[in-house]
């Protein structure tokens, strides 16, 4: 069975300290890694995906990484509007829309 | 366009009442999706429309849910009889898709919350 888990479950930061967030993921045959941004009482607000170990993408201060077993979210600076939480998503198998979720880590930035 | 709206945004029923939620998704999505969201864990997929067929269904949801996307535009989630444990944020999603071409970019509603007592 798919699975995906996410480290810290809550990280608190000074406005400008740099730090990664843990996504690792158990699946056969991964097609996608993604990831989000939640704000409380929202819907998850799409971020990036990432399809083979190796591959970078970045946006604003946010820079996403994979490997074969895990992936990162990095986050430099933070300010305080990037308190949020950070789902981790998967997609496996041949076919399928079946977006497996982590549990997600809430991040608080303080001014 | 407005994005994903669900509604109603809150729902508070009580132990063996019936509920229906609904979505419009983005206009030019041929998927959809129901999540469901429970404090501090992330979404759990539910079922997924393409057009108006429902092509997946999560083995762990009950007979009591039903999902229906009528001429694959709006889509309903029905929860009959239902328990205090189906109290959750129920979450839908769309996105633009092709066999073989998929970025895995949803986009989500606020989402209806419900409250069973």
């Known amino acids: 069975e798919d699975q995906v888990t996410q480290s810290p479950e809550a990280l608190r930061l000074q406005e400008g300290e740099s730090s990664s967030l843990n996504c690792s993921y158990t699946v056969s045959g991964l097609r996608g890694l993604f990831w989000y941004r939640q704000d409380p009482g929202k819907g998850p607000e799409f971020l990036f995906t990432l399809y083979s170990a190796g591959e970078e993408k970045e946006k604003e201060r946010l820079k996403a990484t994979l490997t074969k077993k895990e992936s990162f979210l990095h986050i430099t600076a933070p300010k305080p509007e990037d308190s949020a939480t950070y789902l981790c998503?998967?997609?496996?198998?041949?076919?399928?829309?079946?977006?497996?979720f982590g549990p997600g880590t809430r991040l608080s930035v303080l001014p | 366009d407005t994005g994903v709206s669900q509604d109603p945004r809150h729902k508070i029923t009580k132990r063996g009442q019936n509920v229906t939620f609904r979505c419009d998704p983005i206009s030019e999505h041929n998927r959809l999706y129901w999540y469901r969201q429970t404090l501090g864990q992330g979404p759990e997929f539910l079922t997924y429309f393409q057009n108006e067929a429902q092509l997946e269904k999560s083995r762990l949801l009950s007979d009591r849910f039903s999902a229906e996307r009528p001429k694959g535009s709006f889509s309903t989630l029905e929860i009959q009889r239902t328990e205090q444990g189906d109290s959750a944020m129920y979450l839908c999603?769309?996105?633009?898709?092709?066999?073989?071409?998929?970025?895995?970019?949803?986009?989500f509603g606020e989402g209806s919350r419900l409250t069973v007592l």
């Open positions: 998503a998967v997609q496996a198998g041949d076919y399928g829309q079946n977006f497996v």
């Open positions: 999603a769309s996105s633009w898709g092709l066999a073989g071409v998929d970025t895995g970019e949803l986009f």
